[in-house]
C-alpha cells in the first residue's frame, strides 16, 4: 500500500480500527480527542460500537465490561484522564481480560497544559494501578510507529490477556508524517469469542470473572499466576531499537519523541568525532535492561533524556547497576529538549569520562 499524511491521533485510530477493534469507550481530553474524533464516524459506519461515556471513569468500566465478553476494546486519553482510570486499569489486570489503552500525554501535574510531555513514565510503567502488577507499555517514536504498535496493542493484550499502553505524547499526537496503514483485519464473529468470556452459560459451566478475592491464600495464588505471566512478557517482548551503537564510546538512552531528537544528536555527536550511539527503547515495560547492561560494559558513561524530571533514568541506573556513569538531562512543562541543548550535555559527558 502507498504511504498517505496523516496526523498522528487520526493514524492511531484508523490502525486500531483495522487492527479489528469492535468498541471504543473515551472521553475528549486535549491532546488525544482527534482519536475520538475519527471513531465516531468510522467505527459506526462499520457496524462497530463508538461511546462518548460520561467520564473517564465510566470509559474504563465499559471497556471492562466489554472485555469480559470478549471483545476487542480499547480507551485513550491524556495523563490526568488516565490518572481516573486507574482503579480501573487494576481490575482488568486482575481479572486477566485483554484491553488496550492510548495515552497521549500532557504536561503536569495537575491539569498542566496541552503541551506534549514524558511525565507519565512512573504512572505508566510503575504504578498503572493498585496491587503488583504492570501492563505492556509500547513508547513509539514516529507516527509509522504509533501504527505498528497500536496493531501489536491489541494482538500482545490478547495473547497475554493484560492491558497493552501505548505511551504517546501530544507532539506525536499532533503532528503529521506519511505513514502506510496495515490491511484490514476482519473483525471477531460472536462465536470466535476465546472459550473464557462471558458469552452465555448455554451448554457450559459458567464463566467467572472478577477480581475480588476475600481469602488470602486465594489472592495470592492469583498474584502467583499474574507474577508468571509478567515473567513471560519480560523474557519474550521486549523491544528497542539502536543507532551507531556498534563502537559507541557514549551512549544516549531516550524513548519517544525524545529519542527521535537524539537520532540529530548522535549524528552531529559524530560529526564532531564524539563516538555517540542512541538506545530507543519500543518497549518501556518490559524494559530493554539486558541490552543496555551490555552496552555500559563497552561505553565510558550513558547520557539519559526524557521530558520530564528524571523518571526513566531510574531504570537505567538498575539495568547498569554502576558499570559507567549514568548522566540526566530533561526538560518539563511540555518542553521538547532540543539537539542544541542536549549535545552540550553529551560534551561534557565525554569530558568527564575521557
Not at 475519527?38 to 460520561?54: D, K, M, T, Y
Not at 503541551?115 to 502488577?133: E, I, R
Not at 509478567?230 to 519474550?236: K, T, V
Not at 551503537?245 to 551512549?251: K, Q, S, V, Y
Amino acid at each position: 500500500m502507498a504511504k498517505e499524511l496523516w496526523e498522528g491521533n487520526a493514524a492511531i485510530a484508523e490502525a486500531a480500527v483495522r487492527a479489528g477493534v469492535e468498541a471504543f469507550f473515551g472521553y475528549p481530553i486535549t491532546p488525544q480527542t482527534e482519536i475520538l474524533e475519527h471513531l465516531s464516524h468510522r467505527l459506526p459506519e462499520l457496524g462497530r460500537v463508538f461511546l462518548q461515556a460520561e467520564s473517564e471513569v465510566a470509559s474504563i468500566n465499559m471497556v471492562y465490561g466489554a472485555a469480559c465478553a470478549g471483545a476487542r476494546v480499547m480507551t485513550s486519553s491524556s495523563s490526568p484522564g488516565i490518572s481516573l482510570m486507574q482503579e480501573g486499569f487494576s481490575y482488568i489486570a486482575c481479572s486477566e481480560v485483554p484491553a488496550v489503552i492510548i495515552n497521549v500525554m500532557r504536561g503536569g501535574p495537575g491539569l498542566g497544559n496541552v503541551a506534549p510531555s514524558q511525565g507519565d513514565y512512573f504512572q505508566a510503567v510503575k504504578m498503572a494501578g493498585h496491587g503488583d502488577f504492570h501492563p505492556i507499555v509500547l513508547a513509539p517514536g514516529n507516527i509509522q510507529e504509533a501504527i505498528d504498535l497500536t496493531v501489536l496493542a491489541f494482538d500482545l493484550a490478547d495473547k497475554y490477556r493484560t492491558i497493552a499502553m501505548v505511551l504517546a505524547d501530544g507532539s506525536l499526537g499532533q503532528m503529521m508524517e506519511p505513514a502506510e496503514m496495515p490491511p484490514m483485519r476482519p473483525v471477531r464473529k460472536p462465536e470466535e469469542r476465546p472459550a473464557w468470556a462471558l458469552t452465555g452459560a448455554k451448554g457450559r459451566k459458567p464463566n467467572i470473572i472478577t477480581s475480588l478475592y476475600l481469602v488470602e491464600e486465594e489472592l495470592e495464588k492469583v498474584n502467583l499466576r499474574l507474577q508468571a505471566k509478567l515473567r513471560e512478557i519480560a523474557a519474550n517482548e521486549v523491544r528497542w531499537k539502536e543507532y551507531s551503537t556498534e563502537d559507541a564510546e557514549l551512549l544516549i538512552v531516550a524513548f519517544g519523541t525524545v529519542g527521535r531528537v537524539c537520532q540529530t544528536v548522535v549524528r552531529e555527536a559524530r560529526e564532531k568525532g564524539l563516538k555517540a550511539g542512541l538506545l530507543r527503547p519500543i518497549t518501556v515495560w518490559p524494559f530493554p535492561s539486558a541490552r543496555i547492561a551490555e552496552l555500559a560494559r563497552q561505553v565510558r558513561g550513558i547520557l539519559v533524556v526524557e521530558m520530564n524530571a528524571g523518571q526513566m533514568v531510574e531504570d537505567v541506573r538498575l539495568a547498569v547497576e554502576g558499570r559507567c556513569p549514568v548522566r540526566f538531562y530533561g526538560r518539563m512543562g511540555g518542553i521538547i529538549p532540543l539537539p542544541d541543548e542536549i549535545l552540550p550535555k553529551l560534551e561534557e559527558l565525554h569530558q568527564e569520562t575521557r
